[in-house]
């Protein structure tokens, strides 16, 4: 199976734009999470989608939104970009069964910097 | 809220040493899951415990799920400088919304 896809890999913005990731799940895979990651805060929580659905979400200000489409793929979008928003960002699917969100696998990232 | 205190926050080995690290919470989990991430790369999943008590390996690595629940270990042994990385450690709860929360992570350096 392929594992978890993220598009871009890289991305450079100025602050005031905006920007939006994509993230393609393990095929059969409904959850999918997103995380920020910065060197001085670790794994920072997003959000969750399931079945097209926000399930959970973290402490993050509204100008970080997401979606997910039918197929589980999903896009997180960030409005009004800030010099802090430079980070690398991580999605992560999760299959069906145990409850749901229990086995993350992340894929490799997408490196946003923010200038 | 729910926090996973992981420890120590870096370590620095010799080739050939064993190496533990671990993970402890005032909250109870259902699942605790150990990652690798490399540089510019997204954790990768190395073991993952869905029973208290359980003890599973992989190659070189073996991690138990605390009989409380609240607990986790990581071990490494005979470690090489592949080893290198940043060890994650993370907890899933249904308790309260499903939630998956991450340790801040050991970095390990090995040095040949």
């Known amino acids: 199976k392929a594992g978890v896809t993220q598009t871009p890999r890289y991305l450079i913005k100025t602050r005031g734009q905006q920007v939006t990731l994509s993230c393609s799940p393990i095929?059969?895979?409904?959850?999918v999470s997103w995380y920020q990651q910065t060197p001085g805060q670790g794994l920072q929580f997003l959000f969750e989608?399931?079945?097209?659905?926000?399930?959970n979400k973290g402490n993050f200000p509204g100008r970080f939104s997401g979606r997910q489409f039918s197929n589980s793929r999903s896009e997180m979008n960030v409005s009004t970009l800030e010099l802090g928003d430079s980070a690398l960002y991580l999605c992560?699917?999760?299959?069906?069964?145990?409850?749901?969100?229990?086995?993350?696998?992340f894929g490799p990232g997408t490196r946003l910097l923010v200038l | 809220g729910q926090q996973l205190n992981q420890s120590p926050q870096s370590m620095f080995i010799q080739e050939g040493e064993d190496v533990s690290m671990n993970c402890t919470s005032s909250?109870?989990?259902?699942?605790w899951l150990w990652y690798k991430q490399d540089p510019g790369e997204g954790p990768v999943l190395l073991i993952a415990?869905?029973?208290?008590?359980e003890l599973t390996s992989n190659g070189r690595l073996t991690a138990q799920f605390g009989i409380t629940r609240k607990d986790s270990f990581l071990n490494i042994s005979a470690s090489i400088p592949s080893d290198v990385g940043i060890y994650f450690c993370?907890?899933?709860?249904?308790?309260?919304?499903?939630?998956?929360?991450f340790g801040a992570g050991t970095r390990l350096f090995v040095k040949a």
């Open positions: 992560a699917s999760s299959p069906e069964g145990r409850g749901g969100q229990e086995t993350q696998y």
């Open positions: 095929s059969g895979h409904r959850s």
């Open positions: 989608y399931f079945s097209e659905t926000q399930r």
């Open positions: 909250s109870i989990f259902n699942t």
């Open positions: 415990l869905y029973k208290a008590g």
């Open positions: 993370a907890g899933f709860s249904n308790t309260g919304g499903f939630k998956t929360i």
